[in-house]
Structure formats: structure tokens, C-alpha cells
């Protein structure tokens, strides 16, 4: 059966909803999901908590975490018993996200999604589910081999993966052309896995920590099932730039999804700034770093964003490093390199394009050209494991690796001696230990990769132990050592401080640095070794796996008390996550209220209040300036218009309005009515400060193309809204230090606001006009009864508070008070209203009200 939600979501990828049959198939379920969220644009808070509730009350709480990923950590082995296939199954040493061992908490529950290697009949897929959840509490996830084939060799692996890294598709043959028929399967498998999830998920309790780029738009599939969903998503793969990353077709999309999660997690500061790049040129969003946590705002919500790189299992490869076939293989290899009187260089990769193994190899040719002494004393061991992809270019790399190979060997080779051993089967794990147990040096030269985890596992593998010290001939109380060059763009490389760094385009850098790691001294070698193991004995899996759960417990820990909306359809679904008393205002219930009061005080923001941001011609319309007339007619309303713009601007815009109030700059300037003079809040200030803050501004001017100044008669204002958003906030904060550096002995405030930078005097606030209009209302015997104060940016903040102090003030008991900003986000008023458009309808509204009641 094919859910509604479904529909919506693959609909907006294919134009049509797919069918499987697939879907009738059940797990048996841990917990029993009584319904699905409505398809409406907006799902009410109560809706959800009638599907948390529908829940069984009986199950034992215990803190649960559901790992998806592509693959399960999950063996599988098929065997014919008489006409039957008989299936076995073990843990896979070798998966990352094998992480209950990590986390080494009995108190975790930790549930496995993911597709098996095998395929499995559908006929055994049942039997095998109930296998898998009952032995190894796994659940996977079945998909039809064509869909499977469309979903990962083709949109994964020709079109998200070669981009991830950098390529970009500029012909056919160069990496994959966007395909939406590719891009429909991968939509309808995401789907498919939240099904699955679906069928064993407790969403008021547990933890969903997705993995990698296979699943990305999985994030918006469970946020519109279950809107308070605790949901983590690692990305192992690097993230490229924006340039890079807007060639996407699908680009708005996949951003949005994963900004469906409450923490999203990267290897590397690179990583996660490109990503915040994206959200920032694309989206529009804004980040900001507070106490060491970096957060992204989207829709009243904080997605947290977290730079960790992961680890290895420790124990894992220290459990193989005791094993006899271990020590019989170090043993081995001892007699086939050191007793020959040959040092080892190992590389270990994967046979793909971005590896770079062609690059390493070239390198250790220019070695032995440049290095004769070399010859015949030193090996490089390349173990090549078999291609994750397909496809042409890998064809054309093996082919290229095998001519390069043969070439150096024939080259610089002699009876017994092969400058270059090409191993191109997958070794079992315990074989690879034994290469890093006996390498002098591991050589990782990969064009571009997410984060790489062999030179970690390299150096445990040389610190080794007692047994193999021995095999080793080293003594009693032996200093390890080891060397390491990797390449500047893969994600383990800022971790390892020792190793030497290299451009692996550069070739005769490379070789250099092999050079440099033959001929080092060995105290700097053990010095060098010390450093490497230190980290990565303390940063293995488990480290990484319980500081990004304990982030995403504390991302998730205001979930409960807040109050959940989902808008949206398809994959432009989203959730808007506010204090419970924090409401959009009704039409009706303040239209209810405005009539039955008789003294009422209404303070309007502007720009972004009523007229959006992004207008051109900033100037009131003539519908505008008469709602505002008939509001101001009526002789029970005192309507004040609070902006940050100079008093000539507003007094040229509004002239029409003749019995309007006006606060300019911020209120520095106001005036009750058109023919009144303008007077000021606070004491007349000296601006001589100008003569310091204009020449600061116009350096940022000249070096910031599409910023500008606007002097005011109180402020400076520094403008970067037309500029590129990234460097104009990164000079938007330079500016901000700069400002506040040389005005400290200054009268002036220094603040940034949505693409701007302002100095203006202390002590001026929009609050103090909210203030001096409530309490002039109170000493003409006219304490107001309603109040309605609209704003949209953190000026508007100021309003806000004065209003809701004075509750207990100059404001009538009982009365009706309205704070409310534009669009749902954390605000210190009680109402909102989704954009300029519904104030503008708001205003209209209460002046056709009041136009009735004059008419009477």
C-alpha cells in the first residue's frame, strides 16, 4: 500500500507515484503506528500528538537509536539445503556503523536499517526479516534489483557521487548528465526506507541517525510522518562548493531535506562550510556560532551543524592484530621484504577515479628515476580493492594502473625484484593488518575523499604488540615509529599533523615526500607515531558516536515543550517548531477585540512590516496610506509608524497622513501628528563620531562591490544587501570589530541586522517610543485597552518588550495586547503573521472597521 504522504513527495520527482508490491510486505513491528500525519499544508500540533499518543503505554522506556544507511553492517551467506536456500549471517568487521560495541552502553538500544549485499527472494524476504530483527536487531530493507541498480549505480554513484567529488558532468563521458528518471528511484527509495523505519520507530523516544549521501531526502520522509522526530545525519562524503554544487538540478531540494534534521554532521570545517555556503547563496539562510556550536535558523527551528571527523575500531583491529593468521602472515611478508634487505611502502585504496592511485604510482617511477640508490632496496605494495561503482571510467583507470605498473616494472625490475606489487584482489582483514604491521611507510594520494580511514587503521597497525614486536625483532621496551604522506584533500588529513601533506597532482612533490619518509631520522619517526596514536586511540568510533549522539540529545532536548507545524508539500515540506504560547494571530479574534475597546495605542514597523524587504520602490501605496488615514480618523486610535528611516523620508512618504505619529531613526526623532515638531527621546548628541565611523565605512565600501552608505542625521548605516552574501557577511563582521574598536570611548551603539551595519547613539530604541506613547496615553486619562504592536527585525525586538512589561503599567488591566512579528521565529512577541501581505489584509481589515463605525 502506497501512503498519501508518498505520493506528494514522489509526484514532485516523477510526475507519477510508482507502485510496488513491495510495500505489502511487514517486519514484524517493536511498536505499533496506529496512523499517519494528514496531508494538509498545515498539520495542526494537535494532530501529531494524536498519532504519539495512539502508542503502546506498556513498553518499557529505554533509550534506542535507529542507525540507517545504504548497507546493514551485515553479512549474508546463501547456502542450498535440498531446494531450499539456507541463509547465514555474521557481523561485518569491516562496517563502519557497526556501533554497539562503540558506544559500550547496555542501556542503548541500537536498531540497524539498510539493504543486505545478497539478493534475497521475496518469497525468503519475510523469514530472513524475522531472522535478522531477532538476531541481530537489523532490519532491511528489500528493493527490486532494476530500482536498486537506478537508485545506487546510476543516481548515487554517476551523478551525486562524481559531483560530491568535484566532477563535474561538462560532456557525457565526463561523469553523469542529470537523469529524472535516476532521480525518481532515489526519491522512491528513500521512501521505501522510511517504511521501514516506520514499522519499528517509537518517535516521541528515539534517535534516528541517518548516513551519507545515499539518503539525503530520507530526512523530509520521517519529518513529515512524525514532526517532533529526534533525527541526526552524518555526510562521509566531502561536500563541494557552491559553484560546484548549484549545477544540481535537484540542488534546492536535497538542501531542504537535510535541513529536515535537527544535527547535521562533516568530517571537516571545508565540509560544513560549503554546505553553509549553499544554505546562505540559495536559500538565503543565515548561521551563526554561539558557545562553540554552530546553528543554522530555518522556520523557528536551529539545525545544528557539527565538525567531527570519525574514527576506527580500535578493538577491532587490536583483536586482529593478536590473531595466529595475522602473525603468520607478518611472518611471511617479513621473509619476502626485510630479509631480502627491501623496505615496504604500502598503499591501500579503492580501484576508483578519485583515488589516485595512477598519480601515486607515478610518483614512485619518478622515485626511482630521480633516487637510483633506490633500486632493488624499496617495493611499493599497491592493494587495489575491487571497484564500489561502474562504469567506463573505471575500466579506463584499471587499464591505466595495470600499463603503469607493467611499465615501472619492466623499467627499474630485476630477476626477484618488482619495483611495484599491483594486488588487486580483496584481501581478508587480518591480511591487510599484516601489510601495515611491516610498512615502513602508507603512501594516501587521493584526488579528493570524504575522510579515509587507512592511515588510521595503518598506525594501530604499527604500534602492534608484544607477539609481533617479537616476530619484528624489536626489544623489550621498544619506541614505535611510523610515517605517513597524505594528500591535502582528504578529510583525515587536518587530524594528522605528523604525516606529510603533499598535492598528489604534484608528482614530483610526492616523490619528494617519500624520499623525505625513507631517509628520516627514526626518534623523529617514534616522536612523529606518538602523536598520531595518541589521537587516534582517543578519537576511535566510539568517541565520535557518542559526542555526535550527545549533540543531537542536546539539538532534540526542547522537542517536547515546543509546538510543531509541518507546511509544505513534496520535498519542499517543512516544520516550523515554536513556544507553545507563540500563535498566529486571528483576524477574527482581533477584530473582535478592536471593537469592543475604546482607547487604543497601535505601533507599525515599516520596511519588512508594511512593505517587504525585497521591494524596489520602497515608497507606500495609495492603499497603504488610506487604511492608515481611516485608522487614523477614528477618534479612539493613536497610530504611531516606528522606523529606522530619516525623518525626511517619512515626512515626504506620509504627508497624507495628517493625524499619524511618526518615530524616525530608530525613535531618536518623533512627532504625535503631521504639523507638530519633531522632537527627540533622549538629549541632543554630539556627531562628531561620524568623522571616525564614515572613513572606516567607505575602506569596506571600496572593497565590498554592491555595498553602500546611508548617512542619517543621528546614524551611519553600512549596506551589503546587494553584495555577494558570503563576503558580505564576512565583511559585515570585520566591519562590526573594526566600528566597535575605534567608537569604544564613543556615545554610539554598534549593531547588524538582516545585510546591514549600524552606528547610532546610546540609549536609542524603538522600546523608548513604545514607552513615552503608553505613558502619555496614561496621563491624559486614556490608559489603552488595546494595544497592537507589529514588527519583523530585532529593533522590533525593543517594542515588544516594553509592551509586554508594561502589562501591569501604563496598559489598562485586561486589556488586549498584541505583539506580533512577521513570519513564525523565535520572537519575544506572542503572535505572528506569515508575511507583509496578511499585515497589509490586517490593517485593511481594522480600517474598514473603523470606516463602519464613523459611517454610523
Known amino acids: 500500500m502506497v501512503s498519501r504522504s508518498y505520493s506528494n513527495l514522489v509526484e514532485l520527482a516523477s510526475g507519477e507515484a510508482p507502485s510496488f508490491g513491495l510495500m505489502n510486505r511487514r517486519i514484524p513491528r517493536i511498536m505499533t503506528v496506529a496512523g499517519l500525519i494528514s496531508d494538509v499544508v498545515v498539520v495542526d500540533d494537535d494532530q501529531v500528538e494524536s498519532v504519539s499518543s495512539d502508542f503502546s503505554s506498556s513498553s518499557v522506556h529505554r533509550d534506542r537509536i535507529i542507525i540507517v544507511a545504504n548497507q546493514l553492517p551485515i553479512k549474508a551467506q546463501k547456502n542450498q539445503d535440498g531446494n531450499r536456500n539456507c541463509w547465514s549471517f555474521c557481523w561485518d568487521e569491516n562496517s563502519l556503523l557497526q556501533l554497539k560495541d562503540g558506544l559500550g552502553d547496555d542501556d542503548i538500544e541500537v536498531i540497524y536499517v539498510g539493504c543486505l549485499k545478497e539478493d534475497v527472494n521475496p518469497n525468503e524476504q519475510d523469514e530472513v526479516s524475522q531472522i535478522l530483527l531477532e538476531n541481530f536487531k537489523c532490519v532491511p530493507v528489500f528493493l527490486p534489483p532494476d530500482m536498486f541498480t537506478r537508485y545506487y549505480h546510476g543516481f548515487c554513484k554517476q551523478q551525486l557521487w562524481p559531483l560530491f567529488h568535484y566532477m563535474l558532468p561538462l560532456s557525457p563521458e565526463l561523469g553523469g548528465r542529470f537523469n529524472r528518471s535516476l532521480w525518481q528511484a532515489y526519491v522512491s527509495v528513500n521512501k521505501i526506507f522510511a517504511d521501514r523505519i516506520m514499522e519499528v520507530i517509537n518517535p516521541e523516544d528515539d534517535y ?6 545515499h539518503l539525503m531526502v530520507l530526512p523530509t520522509f520521517l519529518r513529515k510522518r512524525f514532526n517532533r522526530v529526534k533525527l541526526g545525519f552524518f555526510l562521509h562524503s566531502p561536500f563541494p562548493s557552491s559553484e560546484i554544487y548549484k549545477t544540481l538540478p535537484i540542488r534546492e531540494e536535497l538542501l531542504r531535506a537535510l535541513l529536515n534534521s535537527d544535527l547535521i554532521g562533516f568530517h571537516t570545517f571545508d565540509y560544513a562550510r560549503h554546505f553553509l555556503s549553499c544554505c546562505s547563496r540559495m536559500l538565503g539562510l543565515t548561521y551563526e556560532s554561539k558557545r562553540g556550536y554552530i546553528g543554522l535558523e530555518y522556520y523557528g527551528r536551529t539545525v545544528n551543524i557539527k565538525i567531527l571527523p570519525v574514527g576506527i575500531h580500535m578493538g577491532q583491529i587490536q583483536s586482529v592484530l593478536r590473531l595466529r593468521e595475522t602473525e603468520e602472515k607478518v611472518c611471511e611478508l617479513i621473509r619476502q621484504f626485510s630479509d631480502q634487505g627491501r623496505t615496504m611502502l604500502l598503499g591501500v585504496d579503492d580501484m576508483d577515479i ?11 617511477e619518478q622515485l626511482l628515476i630521480q633516487h637510483p640508490e633506490y633500486q632493488g632496496k624499496v617495493v611499493l605494495v599497491q592493494i587495489a580493492n575491487p571497484a564500489r561503482g561502474r562504469g567506463k571510467d573505471v575500466k579506463e583507470m584499471q587499464d591505466e594502473t595495470k600499463a ?14 618488482d619495483p611495484v606489487i599491483l594486488i588487486e584482489e580483496a584481501l581478508k582483514f587480518y591480511e591487510r593488518v599484516a601489510y601495515y604491521v611491516v610498512a615502513e611507510c602508507c603512501l594516501v594520494t587521493a584526488v579528493r575523499d570524504g575522510m579515509n580511514l587507512i592511515p588510521y587503521e595503518y598506525i594501530v597497525g604499527r604500534q602492534g604488540n608484544e607477539t609481533l614486536d617479537k616476530v619484528l625483532g624489536i626489544g623489550s621496551f621498544p619506541k614505535k615509529k611510523s610515517m605517513l604522506v597524505v594528500s591535502e584533500f582528504i578529510g583525515c588529513s587536518p587530524s ?18 617519500m624520499d623525505s619518509a625513507l631517509g628520516m631520522a627514526d626518534s623523529e619517526k617514534q616522536l612523529r607515531h606518538e602523536k598520531h596514536y595518541r589521537y587516534v586511540s582517543t578519537h576511535d568510533v566510539g568517541y565520535w558516536a557518542r559526542s555526535f549522539l550527545q549533540d543531537l540529545e542536546r539539538a532534540c532536548s526542547d522537542h517536547v515543550r515546543r509546538r510543531w507545524w509541518g507546511i509544505g508539500f513534496g520535498l519542499s515540506f517543512k516544520v516550523v517548531a515554536l513556544d507553545p504560547n507563540f500563535r498566529k494571530l486571528s483576524m477574527d479574534h482581533i477584530v473582535s477585540a478592536y471593537k469592543r475597546t475604546t482607547s487604543r495605542a497601535i505601533l507599525l514597523d515599516y520596511d519588512g512590516t508594511l512593505m517587504p524587504q525585497v521591494s524596489i520602490d520602497k515608497s507606500p501605496t495609495g492603499k497603504s496610506i488610506e487604511s492608515l488615514n481611516s485608522l487614523c480618523r477614528d477618534k479612539n486610535n493613536v497610530v504611531f509608524l516606528v522606523s529606522a528611516r530619516s525623518r525626511k523620508t517619512l515626512s515626504e512618504w506620509f504627508s497624507p497622513c495628517e493625524n499619524m505619529g511618526i518615530a524616525a531613526e530608530h525613535g531618536y526623532f518623533l512627532r504625535m501628528k503631521r504639523d507638530d515638531e519633531w522632537e527627540t527621546c533622549v538629549p541632543a548628541t554630539d556627531c562628531s563620531w561620524k568623522q571616525i565611523a564614515e572613513p572606516v565605512m567607505k575602506l569596506y565600501t571600496e572593497t565590498t562591490d554592491g555595498s553602500t552608505i546611508e548617512d542619517k542625521e543621528t546614524a551611519l548605516v553600512w549596506w551589503y544587501e546587494d553584495a555577494d552574501p558570503d563576503f558580505g557577511s564576512c565583511q559585515a563582521k570585520e566591519l562590526l570589530d573594526h ?12 549593531k547588524s541586522g538582516q545585510n546591514y551595519v549600524e552606528v547610532k547613539p546610546q540609549g536609542v530604541s524603538k522600546g523608548l517610543v513604545a514607552k513615552r506613547l503608553l505613558s502619555s496615553m496614561q496621563e491624559k486619562g486614556k490608559s489603552p485597552d488595546f494595544v497592537l504592536c507589529i514588527g519583523d527585525d530585532r529593533s522590533d525586538e525593543d517594542m515588544f518588550e516594553v509592551i509586554t512589561s508594561s502589562m501591569h503599567g501604563p496598559i489598562a488591566p485586561k486589556a488586549e495586547v498584541f505583539a506580533c512579528t512577521v513570519c513564525r521565529k523565535p520572537s519575544k512577541a506572542k503572535y505572528y503573521l506569515d508575511d507583509t501581505a496578511e499585515i497589509v489584509r490586517l490593517i485593511q481589515g481594522l480600517a474598514c472597521v473603523s470606516d463602519k463605525k464613523v459611517l454610523c
Not at 208 to 213: E, N, Q, S
Not at 404 to 417: A, D
Open 739 to 750: 566600528l566597535e574598536s575605534v567608537l569604544a570611548n564613543e556615545p554610539v551603539t554598534v
Open 208 to 213: 534516528v541517525w541517518i548516513h551519507d549521501y
Open 404 to 417: 603503469t605498473v607493467k611499465r615501472i616494472n619492466e623499467t627499474f625490475g630485476k630477476p626477484g625484484y
Open 496 to 513: 594528522l599533523s605528523g604525516a606529510i601533506r603533499v598535492n598528489p597532482w604534484n608528482v614530483d612533490a610526492v616523490a619528494d615526500a
Open 354 to 364: 578519485f583515488k589516485g592511485i595512477s598519480l601515486k604510482l607515478l610518483a614512485m
